[in-house]
C-alpha cells in the first residue's frame, strides 16, 4: 500500500508531466507538429539511420503506433526510410533536410520556452532538483523494466 507521501508524490508528478505536455503543445503547435512527432523527430536527429525497432524502445511505443506516425511523417517530407546497408531486409530512418529544419525550428522556440519556465528558479536550486529527479527516473525505469519481464 502506498504511504501519504507516495501518493502526494505520485500526484504532484502525474500534474507536473501534465503541465508541461500542455505547455510543449502549444511550442509544438506554431510548428504545425504534434508533440508526439515532435519527439520522433528529436529522436531521429540525434540518432540518424536507426531502426523502426530502435525507434519504438526510445518513445516507449510499439513498433506499429511508430511505423503509422513514420509514414505520415514520410508523406510530409521530414522523414525518409531507406534500406539498411549492413541488412538489406530492414530500414533505417532519417530527417530529410526539411525534417531537420522544422525540427530545429521547433526545438529552438521549446528551449526558450523551457528556460522561461525555470528563470525564476535558483540555479543551485536547480541542480538539486534534476539530482534528485533522475535518481527517481532511474528508481521509475527499473520499476518499468520489471513490469516488462
Known amino acids: 500500500m502506498a504511504t501519504q507521501i507516495e501518493k502526494n508524490l505520485h500526484h ?16 509544438m503547435a506554431r ?13 531521429l536527429y540525434e540518432n540518424p539511420g536507426i531502426s523502426i525497432t530502435r525507434l519504438s524502445e526510445l518513445s516507449f511505443a510499439d ?4 511505423s503509422r ?13 531507406e534500406t539498411s ?7 533505417v530512418l532519417s530527417l530529410t533536410a526539411t525534417g531537420k529544419a522544422k525540427y530545429e525550428a521547433a526545438n529552438a522556440d521549446l528551449q526558450a520556452d523551457i528556460h522561461q519556465r525555470f ?25 518499468l523494466m ?3 519481464e
Request: charged share 25%; aromatic share 4%.
Open 63 to 66: 513498433t506499429a503506433s511508430i
Open 119 to 143: 528563470v525564476n528558479i535558483a540555479p543551485d536550486m536547480l541542480a538539486d532538483i534534476l539530482q534528485k529527479t533522475q535518481l527517481l527516473a532511474e528508481t521509475i525505469l527499473q520499476h
Open 31 to 43: 510548428h504545425g507538429l504534434r508533440r508526439v512527432r515532435f519527439y520522433i523527430l528529436r529522436h
Open 85 to 91: 546497408e549492413e541488412d538489406r531486409r530492414l530500414f
Open 146 to 148: 520489471d513490469q516488462q
Open 69 to 81: 506516425m513514420i509514414t505520415g511523417l514520410e508523406k510530409k517530407g521530414l522523414v525518409q526510410r
Open 12 to 27: 504532484t508528478l502525474n500534474d507536473l508531466l501534465l503541465m508541461h505536455i500542455a505547455i510543449d503543445k502549444f511550442v
